[in-house]
């Protein structure tokens, strides 16, 4: 069974940084794109970063140049590295599978002064 479980999340001043993580299971990992998702209350989930194997990324143009995405075959693990936070970006953040179209429960981000 596909499992996603992310962690990470929390609350942050504007400006600051957080490292979502989001551990896989019940499939090969290496073989499928992983992205990272985020849903403000009362909108559909956006589309925040995507990667197929190591080094190979795409974004959002709204965090390009402030979040990066990574992996870790070995570990089935993919990260979200969030810097320069703003309080427009308070939402839940979501792990997807790309072949099987899986959701982790989300991790919230809360980003406040």
């Known amino acids: 069974q596909v499992r996603l479980v992310e962690s990470g999340g929390g609350l942050v001043q504007p400006g600051g940084s957080l490292r979502l993580s989001c551990a896989a299971s019940g499939f090969v990992f290496r073989n499928h794109v992983m992205s990272w998702y985020r849903q403000a209350p009362g909108k559909e989930r956006e589309l925040v970063a995507r990667?197929?194997?190591?080094?190979?990324?795409n974004y959002a143009d709204s965090v390009k140049g402030r979040f990066t995405i990574s992996r870790d075959n070995a570990n089935a693990t993919v990260y979200l590295q969030m810097n320069s936070l703003k309080h427009e970006e308070t939402d839940g953040y979501y792990c997807?599978?790309?072949?099987?179209?899986?959701w982790g429960q989300g991790t919230q981000v809360t980003v406040s002064s």
């Open positions: 997807k599978d790309g072949k099987c179209g899986s």
């Open positions: 990667i197929s194997r190591p080094n190979v990324e």
